[in-house]
C-alpha cells in the first residue's frame, strides 16, 4: 500500500458526460501528479500540482481539468467523454515539487461506451 | 526528446536471473526508476538510481547505469513466480517538474 488512495476504483459512463476522479495523497506529500495509462499510448504524463498551484502540464487535452485542494486532495475532471478517454487514470505524489520519489495510487479504470 | 524504450516480453525460469533492459534518450534526466505493474494493481516504485552513479543494489534487485550509452538494466536474482508482473523503466524529466517519461514495459514471466 503506498498511501495513496483513489477514488472510484472504476467508473463506467457514456460518450458526451462528465467525472470526476479524485486522489488523496500520502500523509506530508505536497505534489501531486495525474498519468494516463492507456493501450495504445502507454503510461503518459497530464499534470502536476504542487501545494495548491499548477506547475506542469503535459499531454492534457483542454476537455480535462484538474485542481488541488488546501487539503492537498486533487480532482481531475474530465469532460465531454469519447470512447479514446478510456483508460486507466493514476495519481503519484511525492514530498517535494521535483519529486524523485513518486508514489503511485492504484488507479481509476475509465470506460466509455 | 524524450523517448525510453524497452522489450516486450522476457520469460524466465525460477530460480534464475532475470534481466531487464531500457534506453533513454533524455540526457539531462536527473533519476532513472522502475517501477513493477500486477495485474488489476497501481505501480509500485521498486528502485530508482541517480544519474551520477553507476550501480545500486537492494536486496535481490541490482541496477546498472550507462550513462555514455544511456542505458539502464533492472537485475533481478533468484527471480521467483510472484516476479511476474510488467516493469516499467521511467525517467525523469530534464525540466523542474521531475514528471516521468514512462517506456512501454516489459512482461517479464517466470515459468516454474
Known amino acids: 500500500d503506498s498511501g495513496v488512495t483513489q477514488t472510484p476504483k472504476h467508473l463506467i459512463t457514456a460518450t458526451g458526460q462528465r467525472v470526476t476522479l479524485r486522489c488523496s495523497p500520502r500523509s506530508g506529500d505536497l505534489s501531486v501528479y495525474w498519468y494516463q495509462q492507456s493501450l495504445d499510448q502507454g503510461l503518459q504524463f497530464l499534470i502536476q500540482?504542487?501545494?495548491?498551484?499548477?506547475?506542469a502540464k503535459g499531454n492534457i487535452l483542454e476537455r480535462f481539468s484538474a485542481q488541488q485542494f488546501p487539503d492537498l486532495h486533487s480532482e481531475l475532471n474530465l469532460s465531454s467523454l469519447e470512447l479514446g478517454d478510456s483508460a486507466l487514470y493514476f495519481c503519484?505524489?511525492?514530498?517535494?515539487?521535483?519529486?524523485?520519489?513518486?508514489?503511485f495510487g492504484p488507479g481509476t479504470r475509465l470506460t466509455v461506451l | 526528446g524524450e523517448d525510453v524504450e524497452q522489450s516486450l516480453f522476457l520469460s524466465v525460469r525460477e530460480g534464475d536471473s532475470s534481466v531487464i533492459n531500457c534506453t533513454y534518450t533524455?540526457?539531462?534526466?536527473?533519476?532513472l526508476y522502475w517501477y513493477k505493474q500486477e495485474p488489476g494493481a497501481g505501480l509500485q516504485l521498486l528502485t530508482y538510481?541517480?544519474?551520477?552513479?553507476d550501480m545500486k543494489q537492494d536486496q535481490r534487485l541490482t541496477v546498472l547505469l550507462n550513462k555514455k550509452d544511456k542505458h539502464l538494466s533492472l537485475r533481478i536474482a533468484d527471480t521467483q513466480t510472484g516476479d511476474s508482473a510488467i516493469y516499467f523503466c521511467?525517467?525523469?524529466?530534464?525540466?523542474?517538474?521531475?514528471?516521468?517519461?514512462f517506456g512501454s514495459g516489459t512482461r517479464l514471466l517466470v515459468r516454474p
Open positions: 538510481i541517480f544519474s551520477n552513479m
Open positions: 533524455d540526457s539531462s534526466s536527473t533519476y
Open positions: 503519484a505524489s511525492s514530498v517535494r515539487l521535483q519529486g524523485n520519489e513518486q508514489f
Open positions: 500540482y504542487y501545494n495548491g498551484e499548477e506547475r
Open positions: 521511467a525517467e525523469s524529466s530534464g525540466d523542474s517538474s521531475y514528471k516521468l517519461i
